[in-house]
């Protein structure tokens, strides 16, 4: 469960309010400090994607278990609210979650022109270097974006081009199998059961 989508709620602020003047400032409320304490106690994984760099740095200073940050890429290579700073994806992965790569276009670049797999990749290698292989997976987020922002892969029947890009970059076959599912299987379990 993601405590807030883009916007502000009663739980904190979202990724998407970026006018103070309007939208105020803050991370989570006291209503959603405890929403994420007893998400955490009834084994529910906790999702940080949409929030603001102030309510993941709450998050981060009260979770207990693995956060993940089910669909954001990295900020040093595309500088979008929605992405994760270096500093955010190591204290993801200090929790024992991943941050897991997305195919949304306007995560991967702001030129859309450049948005293809090559440049994905670009996003899963700085995961990989910043957080280790092991906190690292795949977000798809197929929906929702058009061909107007670039497309990395059009559909789920192209994802053997991930596994083979993923291969000619080098990372060993253990890995992949961590980027592509394992590493949620691992975070399932710890968090579910």
């Given at each position: ?176 199998r961590g980027i592509m599912g ?12």
């Open positions: 469960m993601g405590p807030t989508w883009n916007r502000r709620n009663a739980l904190g602020r979202g990724a998407g309010t970026g006018n103070p003047e309007v939208d105020g400032s803050g991370g989570l409320t006291d209503f959603g400090r405890r929403a994420v304490a007893e998400m955490e106690r009834l084994g529910m994984i906790v999702d940080a994607s949409h929030l603001s760099d102030e309510a993941l740095d709450d998050l981060l200073s009260i979770a207990r278990r693995p956060v993940v940050a089910s669909h954001s890429n990295s900020r040093a290579l595309c500088p979008h609210p929605r992405n994760l700073e270096d500093s955010q994806i190591e204290r993801i992965a200090a929790t024992g979650g991943l941050v897991a790569a997305t195919f949304a276009g306007l995560f991967v670049d702001a030129v859309p022109a450049r948005v293809g797999l090559g440049r994905f990749l670009d996003h899963v290698d700085r995961l990989v270097s910043v957080a280790g292989a092991e906190h690292v997976g795949i977000g798809s987020d197929f929906d929702g974006f058009t061909m107007d922002y670039g497309v990395v892969l059009p559909d789920c029947s192209r994802m053997p081009e991930l596994t083979a890009g993923l291969l000619a970059r080098g990372h060993s076959p253990e890995d992949i394992g590493n949620w299987l691992r975070v399932v379990g710890e968090v579910v059961g």
